[in-house]
């Protein structure tokens, strides 16, 4: 598979191939033969890409903030490694492809191979596109056509958002691609339209779909022109589709409008508004989004549960139908709106036009290679070594999200692990972050890892609910497997992993990393000497996550107490040194005001030796407050960890408090430790009956809370 991404950091757009993903449920695989580039949201991607440091911060004035506090809470040159990781991960381009169904995932009912198919699935010569965003083609609608779908359902949602009736007196401001789409959504809906723009030939396209045009570039007044157009009542409606940083267009909206008028923002705009202007004549004004009701639930767009349609009439697919309709009716013609066209491997020099004529339109990807070769699971990114030691390590790693790029990859290369095959589901992250980190091959297969005779070491670092099942799989295939946390979801998937563990021999790892921090190694070092049982106070200032996030669903992600602060039970474990005999919860208690209450929750452990410790995992805390604090009081003295940062120590003599310019919880001592075991056959860095006790008390505690009265 092949696939156009744009790199942020240096605005370089390339063609990248890709291992093809395999199909899921609620998804198609689609083999697409044509793709449309929006001039205005792909143009602006490209611009932003293409702009210095000091540019972008501009643009993004809260992620400067964002930075701003980072710095203050985890360090100067943590804060520069994650802005350089986020700048450093290229995105796909592109939401509007054409193709034909080449495999129909389980539930994707109405769908079956051979079906031409439109959708929101990026620039790639193999698509996998959610249920609920693909819509089937009608015979009468050619396949370029089509590819306007998507951008011509921004517009509709606009219009269904103004409600336009017949012979009603419509102004669209702006008339790029989106607005000569609306100016022909309006006529079909029986409107009188009034394009305004600043460029002849768009308006001229524009009259051609039945408007009347107004250059205020020529010197024509478009409040003026609109009382004229309007016969002295006032416009209905204006729906804006035009890209300024200017307020003028939203101004004038609010003059040229009758009482009551409606205003709908579809484009980016300055909204420095004068409120007499809608007071007065008590105008609506509302901004649309994207293609309609769906947009950016993952229920319905990554689930694929669809509204039910007598409650919710127009959702995003069901606006992809209407367009085709009105496609199939000849009531829009994107005909004319087609002004280049090039072959998909020409993708670079497309974009280059995209840029330097800013009169561009429609933009066609042609995708006329052949089809069979587009579908291998593995590329080959780096030339194999030969020769490798017997007792390397030689590793593929399973899953390629932020985690993995950030912080374990890193580790694994740091450590000097060889590094083999890298998968991810759609294929795409582990050929950027497998070339990056010398891997010899990337994948969207993760049987493929588990079953090479050549791998003897897997790191599994997908969603949750995969991390018992891979790591059973992988360790009855006689692997070495590091997990990251949680190692389950529930104690029956914890005791399948702890049966499979027993039988096979090989180490297991989780990444409880705390442990190996160097903060936290001074401190388990200072405690060594003291005889008394322990006192803990461990904060997890963890910040708020909706409550519909991945992260959130217990069958998914497990909740964030077992995702999560698992760390702090594992890491006051280990500063115990000492069995836990006793776990009890209590999680905020149930009120209105609070959506969720899981995450907000404390958890006192007891030990074998007397020792005892509160974990007080909250998500309602403040940003600028450090996100961990760990305290410790034995014997007269404390021991306080801010963050990985910086360790005070009260009452212990000659010991001199740290502060370190980096954070470092651990990753690569952790991944460091694990590795050199392998290679050295020595002891497991973490003993294995305290990986399982961890997972164990931990969806303990996550059951009292959710059993909770």
Same mark, same amino acid.
């Given at each position: ?11 370089a ?6 291992p ?7 998804q198609?695989?689609?083999d697409? @033969?044509?793709?449309?580039?929006s001039?205005g949201t792909?143009?602006m ?9 000091l ?12 930075? !701003? ?6 360090g ?10 986020k700048?450093?991960?290229?995105i796909?381009?592109?939401y509007?492809n054409?193709?034909?169904i ?8 109405g ?9 929101n ?12 965003l ?14 306007f779908?998507?951008?011509?359902s921004?517009? !509709?949602?606009?219009v269904?958002l103004?409600n336009? @009736? ?8 702006g008339?790029?691609?989106?607005g000569? !789409? ?7 809906h029986?409107c ?17 779909f039945?408007?009347e045009?107004c ?9 003026a022109?609109c009382?004229?157009? #309007?016969?002295?009542?006032?416009i209905?409606?204006?729906?804006i589709?035009?890209?300024t ?13 009758r009482?009551?008028?409606r ?8 909204l420095?508004?004068?409120?007499a ?20 639930d993952?229920?319905?767009e990554?689930?694929?549960h ?15 139908e ?11 013609d994107t005909?004319?709106?087609?002004t280049?066209r ?6 670079p ?6 840029t ?10 042609e995708?006329a ?15 194999g ?6 007792a390397?390590a030689?590793?593929g790693i399973?899953?390629?999200g932020?985690?993995?790029?950030? =912080?374990?990859?890193p580790?694994f290369?740091a ?5 083999h095959?890298i ?6 992250? #582990?050929v950027?972050?497998g070339?990056?980190s ?21 790191a599994?670092?997908t969603?949750h ?22 190692l389950?979801?529930? =104690?029956e ?8 563990y027993s ?19 001074? =401190?388990?070092a200072?405690?060594r000497s003291c ?6 106070v461990m904060?997890?200032n ?12 217990? =069958?998914?992600?497990?909740g964030?107490?077992?995702g ?13 040194? #000492? ?7 209590r ?17 006192? !452990?007891g ?5 005892f ?21 034995v ?15 009260y ?5 001199k408090?740290r ?6 919880k ?14 050295t056959?020595?002891?497991a860095?973490?003993?294995p009956?305290q ?8 969806i ?8 909770q009265?």
């Amino acid at each position: 598979m092949k696939q156009i991404l744009q790199d942020l950091s240096s605005g370089a757009t390339q063609i990248v191939e890709c291992p093809a993903p395999a199909v899921r449920r609620k998804q198609l695989l689609v083999d697409t @033969t044509v793709s449309l580039i929006s001039p205005g949201t792909e143009r602006m991607l490209v611009d932003f890409g293409r702009a210095g440091l000091l540019a972008k911060a501009r643009q993004q004035p809260d992620k400067v903030g964002q930075v !701003l506090e980072k710095v203050r809470t985890d360090g100067l040159l943590t804060t520069i490694e994650a802005v350089r990781s986020k700048m450093s991960q290229p995105i796909p381009l592109g939401y509007s492809n054409v193709g034909i169904i080449r495999e129909v995932g389980e539930g994707c009912d109405g769908f079956k191979p051979g079906d031409r198919v439109v959708s929101n699935a990026p620039h790639a010569d193999v698509a996998l596109a959610p249920v609920n965003l693909c819509a089937r083609i009608p015979d009468e609608v050619g396949d370029e056509a089509a590819s306007f779908t998507v951008v011509a359902s921004i517009g !509709l949602q606009g219009v269904r958002l103004a409600n336009p @009736t017949l012979g009603e007196a419509f102004v669209v401001t702006g008339v790029g691609l989106i607005g000569l !789409l609306t100016v022909q959504l309006l006529r079909a809906h029986g409107c009188r339209v009034l394009a305004i723009d600043f460029d002849p030939a768009k308006l001229e396209l524009a009259r051609s779909f039945g408007a009347e045009i107004c250059n205020p570039g020529s010197g024509e007044d478009p409040v003026a022109t609109c009382v004229a157009f #309007s016969r002295g009542s006032g416009i209905d409606g204006v729906i804006i589709t035009a890209s300024t940083k200017s307020s003028d267009p939203v101004r004038q909206a609010a003059r040229m409008c009758r009482k009551r008028g409606r205003i709908v923002l579809i484009g980016v705009t300055g909204l420095e508004l004068n409120r007499a202007d809608f007071y007065e004549k008590e105008l609506s004004f509302q901004v649309s989004c994207s293609y309609g009701p769906g947009r950016y639930d993952p229920v319905y767009e990554e689930q694929g549960h669809d509204y039910p349609l007598g409650f919710v009439r127009w959702t995003e697919q069901r606006n992809f139908e209407a367009v085709l309709d009105l496609m199939a009716q000849g009531q829009i013609d994107t005909s004319a709106l087609v002004t280049h066209r090039y072959a998909f491997a020409q993708a670079p020099e497309a974009y280059s036009t995209l840029t330097d004529d800013k009169s561009v339109l429609g933009i066609l990807l042609e995708y006329a290679h052949p089809v069979e070769e587009r579908h291998a699971r593995s590329v080959q990114l780096t030339e194999g070594k030969s020769g490798a030691q017997p007792a390397k390590a030689v590793v593929g790693i399973v899953g390629a999200g932020n985690y993995a790029s950030r =912080m374990l990859i890193p580790a694994f290369r740091a450590a000097e692990a060889e590094l083999h095959t890298i998968a991810s589901t759609g294929g795409t992250n #582990s050929v950027i972050h497998g070339k990056r980190s010398g891997f010899r091959y990337a994948t969207s297969d993760t049987d493929s890892i588990i079953d090479n005779a050549d791998i003897n070491t897997i790191a599994i670092v997908t969603r949750h609910d995969s991390h018992a099942q891979l790591t059973c799989k992988a360790l009855r295939a006689g692997k070495n497997v590091f997990v990251e946390k949680p190692l389950a979801l529930t =104690m029956e998937q914890l005791a399948e992993v702890e049966n499979a563990y027993s039988a096979s021999g090989q180490y297991l790892m989780v990444g409880f990393n705390r442990r190996f921090a160097p903060l936290v190694t001074q =401190m388990k070092a200072l405690l060594r000497s003291c005889r008394e049982p322990k006192a803990f106070v461990m904060v997890m200032n963890a910040g708020a996550i909706p409550a519909d996030h991945w992260t959130q669903d217990p =069958m998914v992600g497990g909740g964030r107490i077992i995702g999560e602060a698992c760390h702090l039970i594992d890491l006051m474990r280990f500063l115990a040194d #000492s069995p836990i005999t006793s776990v009890s919860a209590r999680r905020m208690g149930e009120n209105r005001a609070v959506r969720l209450t899981e995450d907000k929750a404390s958890i006192t !452990l007891g030990f074998a030796d007397g020792s005892f410790g509160t974990i007080h995992y909250l998500a309602n805390g403040a940003s600028s407050f450090p996100k961990e604090r760990i305290e410790v009081f034995v014997e007269g003295k404390t021991l306080q960890l801010d963050n990985f940062r910086a360790l005070r120590t009260y009452g212990w003599p000659g010991s001199k408090n740290r502060k370190h310019w980096q954070q470092d919880k651990g990753q690569s001592a952790c991944v460091a430790a694990f590795l050199r075991a392998i290679e050295t056959g020595g002891a497991a860095p973490i003993p294995p009956e305290q990986l399982f006790e961890v997972a164990r008390l931990t969806i303990e505690a996550t059951e009292q809370l959710r059993h909770q009265r």
